[in-house]
């Protein structure tokens, strides 16, 4: 077998340059915007939350600082303890966010391979949750809950409730990675080398929307973590219903910020993990 | 590998279309958009179902099995490389579906990526590599699995001009380095003309004419391959026995079973010939150069007869005498030429 000559081309991906012929003045003016509108935003977001923080450190007389509020979020003796709040919500975080992905990845590559037609359907009827109020969905769901009961009383059965609602979230993000892509002629490509329709989805579509995927992931996740209307409406026990009823219980008013802010900080931490996770499985890609 | 013979007969795409490849053959479907050609080939490769008809491989009916079963190698015109995977993985994906073992599967896809070229860049993602070399991988990684049929789908045409030919000349060398059957779908004729066997011009999802390159350039056999493959001036003339007799020239005809009477006749570019012409006579064959384009070594020169305009294929140093507005005499060379049908009455000949 011959071997070929490499043909001299350059690739594809050039590191980007930027514009040189782009105008000093121009490029300062949009600088100095981007500054501008970062600031605003950043003191927008940051001045409650340092008033948060500030507020969890007051001590029993106005001004004084003290670490109690800190501390009773470990020693807090419920009913029903704050760590097991904390618990539920982690767990109906990570199930919530994994059966949605396990329903909508594959369901979503199927449709967009094997039958387009009813695309427009799926996506309506993923989108739907979205124009419902969750006060209204707990209305129909009240009675479907009293069954759930009778078999199982975990808090963690919200998490069926929880997958309806993070339906149109995680199906936007998984609709922009597949379209980000050439769906049909990879699957082509991988169907001609002797792929099963399962080794398609699984290993050659699945993953390249590995980011779209972890951002459904965060998505679905967050919005577990931060749900209070139907978990509270439905007398279950989770991470935000907790939250309300410290701040009704206790006489150290403190504990609900400190709360607030180790959920804010739990969340902001997960979703560093996560985009960070993404980022370096994209740079071993690229 | 016995060949390959196909029927479909469906109105729409595909309209009962055969065909027969030799093992060992490349053969080049070539026509406009929307003829049939894609569709031959992804039905070919079961990416598509036929309404009719049947696919034989080797003499096994392959028509109802699906796509992962068919045992065919196919590049497309897009670029079709896994994004996840290195060049080398994505040469040696067919294998692991396979269950080669991964030593086998790694030295076969080195292998498959150094006779396209590219085993320097084995460890290289897709995007990494130009769209030429990314072509190249989905050749390797087609070939990887030893198919018996190879399916090229336009591969060249999301490419540069010079990356095409010389990916053009690089496929051929391969195939026939590796001996596989290869079928080759592509709009420009020239990619057809210079790389295949033979060249199947396809209009209307039927093939209108089979044949070795040079004969489907000669001795076309309908007036669309006449006029797809290559440039074609339609001048006005009159059959009468073999010959067709255009401007007082007598050219013989290619089917000698053409009925007399007025027709339309089909003359290239370069049998036409021309001198500069200061006599000042007006005949038939005298004309006014009104454009002339650059071609590299050849010119393109085009020439107002006064009721037509013909164009003429000349060496450049020859176009160069013979500037806009100069007057030039004629010649038109006695190749066989091909009369279109539904002849047109003299005053309605275009060029």
């Not at chain 2, 498959?112 to 190249?136: C, T, W």
């Not at chain 2, 006449?226 to 001048?235: I, K, S």
């Not at chain 2, 500037?323 to 539904?342: E, K, M, N, Q, Y």
Request: contains cysteine; glycine residues 8%; charged residues 15%.
């Amino acid at each position: 077998m011959a071997a070929v000559t490499s043909v001299g081309e350059a690739p594809l991906a050039v590191p980007a340059k930027r514009g040189r012929g782009m105008q000093a003045g121009r490029r300062r003016r949009l600088n100095a915007f981007r500054y501008v509108v970062f600031t605003f935003f950043a003191l927008f977001f940051l001045l409650p939350l340092l008033a948060m923080l500030r507020f969890s450190f007051e001590g029993s007389t106005l001004g004084t600082w003290s670490a109690s509020a800190w501390s009773q979020i470990v020693s807090y003796q419920g009913p029903p303890p704050l760590l097991s709040a904390v618990e539920i919500s982690l767990e109906l975080g990570v199930l919530t966010s994994v059966v949605t992905l396990a329903l909508l990845v594959p369901t979503m590559i199927w449709i967009r391979l094997r039958v387009q037609w009813i695309s427009r359907a799926f996506e309506f009827l993923c989108l739907l949750p979205l124009t419902i109020p969750a006060i209204v969905l707990v209305v129909g769901l009240a009675p479907v809950y009293n069954k759930i009961r009778h078999v199982e009383l975990s808090a963690l059965m919200l998490f069926w409730a929880y997958v309806v609602l993070a339906l149109p979230y995680a199906y936007r993000a998984l609709a922009a990675g597949l379209n980000a892509m050439d769906v049909k002629t990879l699957s082509e490509a991988a169907r001609s080398l002797g792929a099963s329709w399962f080794t398609v989805i699984f290993r050659v579509i699945a993953p390249n929307m590995w980011q779209a995927i972890l951002n459904a992931l965060l998505l679905s996740a967050a919005l577990a973590l931060g749900e209070f209307t139907i978990a509270y409406t439905l007398l279950y026990n989770n991470l935000q219903v907790e939250l309300y009823s410290i701040d009704r219980n206790t006489p150290n008013a403190s504990v609900i910020f400190s709360t607030s802010l180790a959920a804010l900080i739990f969340t902001f931490l997960l979703l560093l993990i996560i985009s960070y996770a993404g980022r370096r499985r994209r740079r071993g890609m690229r | 590998m016995e060949g390959l013979s196909r029927r479909y007969g469906e109105v729409v795409a595909l309209d009962g279309l055969d065909l027969t490849v030799h093992a060992g053959e490349l053969v080049a479907l070539l026509g406009p958009s929307g003829c049939g050609k894609t569709t031959t080939l992804r039905l070919l490769a079961g990416l598509e179902d036929a309404d009719a008809g049947q696919i034989t491989v080797g003499g096994n009916d392959v028509t109802r099995l699906p796509a992962s079963k068919r045992d065919m190698g196919m590049v497309f015109q897009a670029y079709s490389l896994f994004p996840h995977m290195t060049a080398r993985q994505n040469v040696a994906f067919g294998l692991r579906l396979r269950r080669i073992g991964s030593a086998q599967r790694d030295r076969k896809a080195l292998e498959m990526l150094e006779l396209v070229g590219l085993a320097s860049q084995a460890d290289r993602y897709p995007h990494q590599l130009s769209g030429g070399q990314q072509q190249r991988v989905a050749l390797a990684r087609a070939l990887a699995i030893e198919p018996q049929v190879l399916l090229l789908d336009e591969p060249l045409s999301a490419l540069d001009a010079k990356v095409r030919a010389q990916l053009r000349d690089q496929i051929r060398r391969i195939q026939l380095d590796v001996g596989i059957t290869t079928l080759f779908v592509t709009h420009d004729q020239e990619e057809a003309l210079a790389i295949s066997d033979r060249v199947g011009v396809m209009q209307d999802g039927r093939i209108e004419q089979l044949a070795p390159p040079v004969e489907v350039y000669s001795r076309p056999a309908t007036s669309f391959v006449a006029e797809f493959v290559g440039l074609t001036n339609r001048l006005a003339g009159t059959v009468s026995g073999s010959t067709v007799t255009v401007r007082g020239r007598d050219l013989p005809l290619v089917d000698i079973s053409t009925p007399p009477g007025p027709a339309i006749a089909l003359v290239r570019p370069e049998a036409v010939t021309l001198a500069s012409d200061s006599s000042g006579d007006s005949g038939p064959l005298t004309g006014t150069v009104i454009a002339s384009t650059f071609l590299g070594a050849t010119s393109r020169v085009t020439v107002d007869l006064g009721d037509t305009t013909i164009m003429a294929q000349l060496s450049t140093a020859e176009a160069v005498e013979l500037p806009a507005g100069s007057r030039v005499s004629l010649t038109i060379r006695p190749d066989p030429v091909l009369v279109s049908a539904g002849a047109a009455p003299a005053s309605e000949a275009e060029a």
